[in-house]
C-alpha cells in the first residue's frame, strides 16, 4: 500500500504561479508513474499531466500544456506540480496518484493509489 500525501494547495491570483507537491510512502517509489488530476466544482476528474518513474517521458493535458511543469525528485520520493499563468478555470481539487505499470500515463484507470487532493483556488 502506497499513501499519497499532497500539500502546497491554496489561493492564488490570476496568472500567478503555485507549486504543489505529494510525498509518497514507498521505499520504490522510482517503480511507479505519478501523475496529476483535478476535480473542477461540478465536474468529473480529469487528467492534467504525469510523469513516468525515471522522469525520462510525461505528458500534459492540452488546457496546461505550456503552463504546467510536472517533475519529481526519486530521492525525495516527492512529484512536483508547477502551475504557471494559473486562470480561473484551473479552480479544482487536485489529486496525486501513483501507478505501477510505466505504459499510458494519461488514463485513471491505470493508477492504483491515490492522495486525498489538495484545494487550489484562481482568484480573478
Known amino acids: 500500500q502506497v499513501q499519497l500525501v499532497e500539500s502546497g494547495g491554496g489561493l492564488v491570483q490570476a496568472g500567478g504561479s503555485l507549486r504543489v507537491s505529494c510525498v509518497a510512502s514507498t521505499r520504490t517509489f522510482a517503480w511507479y508513474k505519478m501523475g496529476w488530476f483535478r476535480r473542477a466544482p461540478g465536474k468529473d476528474r480529469e487528467f492534467v499531466t504525469a510523469i513516468n518513474g525515471s522522469g525520462s517521458r510525461t505528458r500534459y493535458a492540452d488546457s496546461v500544456k505550456g503552463r504546467f511543469i510536472i517533475s519529481r525528485d526519486n530521492t525525495k520520493n516527492t512529484v512536483y506540480l508547477q502551475m504557471n499563468s494559473r486562470k480561473a478555470e484551473d479552480t479544482a481539487v487536485y489529486y496525486c496518484?501513483?501507478?505501477?505499470?510505466?505504459?499510458?500515463?494519461?488514463?485513471?484507470?491505470?493508477?492504483?493509489?491515490w492522495g486525498q487532493g489538495t484545494q487550489v483556488t484562481v482568484s480573478s
Open positions: 496518484a501513483a501507478g505501477r505499470t510505466d505504459g499510458v500515463l494519461d488514463g485513471q484507470e491505470e493508477y492504483d493509489y
